[in-house]
C-alpha cells in the first residue's frame, strides 16, 4: 500500500487518508478490548501438597487394611473375610467381601504385611491431616470449607442443577455448598477413622477411648464403615472433578483458575480476612 510520507513528488500529491486530512475531525478512538476471563490464585502451595500426598496415602491404608481384615479372629478361617454385611434384618444383600473380590485382588494370608503398611502409613496420614487442620486454621482458608448456614439449600440446588432439573447456580466463593459439606465431612471421617483406629489397636491401655467407640467390636464396626464412607466420598469426588473439567483439575496442581472477570475474586476475599 502506498505511503504518503514516501510520496518524493510534490507535484502529484497521493490522497490522504480521511484522518490525516487537516481539516478532518480527529479519528475515534479504538476502544481497548476488554478481558472477559482473570486468573485466579486457587489452591495454596500447602493445600496442594497435602492434598496429594493423601492420595496415596490413603491409599496404602486402605489396601493394607483389606490385607489385616481377613484375619478375623471370631471366625477363625470360616468365612473370615465376610465379617459385615449390607442387609436389614435377616435379608443380606451382600457380605464384604464376596470371594471373587478376595480372589480378583490376592489379598488373603498377607496380614503381617498389611499391618506393618497400616501402622507406617498411619503416621503420615495423622501428621498431613494436622498440618491441614492448622494451616487452614491459621490462613484463614476454613472460611471456604466449612458450611455455612445456606450450605445444605446451596447443596441441593447444585445437584439439581447436576441432574439437569434446574437451571442456575447458586453463588459461591471457592467451593459450593455441597463441596463445602462433603470436605468437611472428608475431614471428620479422617478424625473418626484415627480415634476408631487407636481404639483397635491400643484397646488395653486406651480402653477408655474404646469404650467411648462402644466397646471393641464396635469400634471395629465404626472404623470399617467409616472407611468405605471414605471410599464413597472418593468415587464421588473423582466424578465431580471429572465432570468440573480440565482447567478445575489442573488448579489443583498449578493453583491457579482461570475465571470470568464477574466471579468472586479469591484475593480479594483472602484479603477481607486481614
Ligand atoms: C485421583 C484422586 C483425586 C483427584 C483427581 C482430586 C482432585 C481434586 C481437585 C481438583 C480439588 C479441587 C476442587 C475444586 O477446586 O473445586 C480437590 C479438592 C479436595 N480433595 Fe481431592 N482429589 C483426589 C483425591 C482425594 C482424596 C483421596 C481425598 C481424601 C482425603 C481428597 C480430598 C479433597 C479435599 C478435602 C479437597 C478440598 C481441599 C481444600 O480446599 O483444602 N481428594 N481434589
Redesign the pocket.
Known amino acids: 500500500m502506498a505511503d504518503a510520507s514516501l510520496n518524493l513528488n510534490p507535484a502529484n500529491p497521493l490522497p490522504l487518508a480521511a484522518g490525516d486530512r487537516p481539516d478532518a475531525a480527529p479519528a475515534p478512538e479504538k476502544a481497548e478490548p476488554q478481558a472477559t476471563i482473570r486468573i485466579d490464585e486457587?489452591?495454596p502451595l500447602a493445600?496442594r501438597w497435602m492434598?496429594w500426598v493423601?492420595?496415596p496415602v490413603?491409599f496404602t491404608m486402605v489396601w493394607s487394611g483389606l490385607l489385616i481384615y481377613w484375619n478375623d479372629s471370631d471366625n477363625a478361617y470360616n468365612y473370615p473375610h465376610r465379617v459385615y454385611r449390607i442387609g436389614l434384618g435377616r435379608f443380606t444383600l451382600l457380605r464384604l467381601f464376596p470371594n471373587w473380590f478376595y480372589n480378583l485382588f490376592h489379598v488373603p494370608y498377607h496380614v503381617t504385611q498389611g499391618l506393618g503398611y497400616h501402622s507406617f502409613f498411619m503416621w503420615v496420614f495423622i501428621v498431613n491431616g494436622l498440618a491441614?487442620v492448622a494451616y487452614?486454621a491459621f490462613s484463614g482458608?476454613w472460611r471456604?470449607?466449612i458450611p455455612l448456614k445456606s450450605s445444605l439449600r446451596d447443596a441441593i440446588q447444585v445437584t439439581l442443577v447436576d441432574l439437569r432439573l434446574r437451571k442456575g447456580l447458586p453463588p459461591q466463593t471457592k467451593?459450593n455448598g455441597g463441596?463445602r459439606i462433603a470436605?468437611t465431612s472428608?475431614?471428620l471421617m479422617g478424625v473418626m477413622m484415627v480415634l476408631t483406629g487407636f481404639a483397635i489397636w491400643k484397646p488395653t491401655q486406651l480402653h477408655l477411648l474404646t469404650t467411648l467407640c462402644g466397646g471393641y467390636e464396635m469400634a471395629r464396626w465404626l472404623h470399617f464403615w467409616t472407611t468405605m464412607s471414605f471410599m464413597g466420598f472418593?468415587l464421588i469426588?473423582?466424578y465431580q472433578?471429572i465432570a468440573?473439567g480440565w482447567s478445575?483439575?489442573r488448579?489443583?496442581v498449578s493453583g491457579e483458575d482461570i475465571q470470568g472477570v464477574d466471579a468472586v475474586s479469591l484475593d480479594a476475599e483472602r484479603k477481607s480476612w486481614r
Request: net charge neutral.
Open positions: 486457587k489452591h493445600i492434598h493423601n492420595f490413603l491441614w487452614t482458608e471456604f470449607v467451593y463441596q470436605y472428608c475431614a472418593f469426588h473423582v472433578v468440573a478445575n483439575f488448579s489443583m
